[in-house]
């Protein structure tokens, strides 16, 4: 777990399928599959707004919410691995899925939040609803952390997945990414392969800047141990 990006990717094993037994059947509980089928193949901008409404309306419960963030994860990993003979930094930075997800991650962003309420007549649902999305957003990027497990293709994509997004997103999203990734290293032993060479990624390469974050500044002697 402590090769650099530039060979992890080399490794044999990485490049396995993922060997855990998978019912096919159970993607069929998303109500969008459809949609989220077309825009996988082809992208499109309606298709996302399509499959952005099942995840934030008033009427989506907190727990329909993670279940649909866990199965479209879930689905995620499953589809790279099934369309893609190999997995790479670069490949899964240009495909359709992380699309989707920066596109779930900025619907939440807080000054779009705080920017809708203050045109918006709220009312105290209101406010839970949006209290809501905030943790809509740490659920999503924890059911991705869950996959980083032993050496295979859909382990190498949710790695993959997870430092572009630390790469190339703002500031508070990269304080969630490396919230759930620090919080299962904080826990007992034995850590998943997936985890440790993520965080060993982060925090060794340079041009991440991960001991420059103001977040982790504040925790670093901790993280550092």
């Known amino acids: 777990p402590f090769s650099s990006m530039l060979n992890v990717e080399m490794i044999n094993d990485v490049q396995q399928p993922y060997r855990g037994l998978i019912d096919l059947s159970t993607f069929e509980k998303l109500p969008f599959k459809e949609q989220l089928d077309q825009y996988l193949k ?11 409404k099942y995840f934030y309306t008033n009427n989506c419960t907190l727990e329909e919410q993670t279940v649909y963030f866990n199965l479209l994860v879930f689905y995620f990993g499953h589809h790279a691995t099934k369309s893609f003979k190999y997995i790479s930094l ?26 809708l309420s203050s045109h918006l007549n709220i009312g105290p649902l209101s406010i839970f609803f949006f209290l809501f999305l905030c943790i809509g957003r740490y659920f999503f990027l924890s059911s991705m952390v869950n996959h980083l497990r032993y050496p295979n293709m859909e382990t190498l994509y949710f790695i993959c997945v997870m430092i572009h997004l630390f790469k190339m997103s703002n500031d508070e999203i990269k304080e969630i990414v490396a919230r759930v990734l620090l919080e299962r290293l904080f826990a007992h032993r034995p850590h998943p ?19 420059n974050c103001q977040f982790i500044k504040f925790e670093s002697l901790k993280i550092k141990r």
């Not at 997800?101 to 939040?113: F, K």
């Open 193 to 211: 392969w997936g985890l440790l060479f993520i965080v060993n990624e982060l925090s060794r390469n340079p041009i991440y800047g991960f001991w």
């Open 42 to 52: 082809m992208g499109g901008q309606p298709l996302l707004v399509e499959i952005e």
């Open 90 to 115: 670069h490949n899964v930075s240009k495909m359709f899925s992380i699309d989707i997800i920066q596109h779930l991650l900025a619907r939440i962003d807080n000054e779009r939040m705080w920017s």
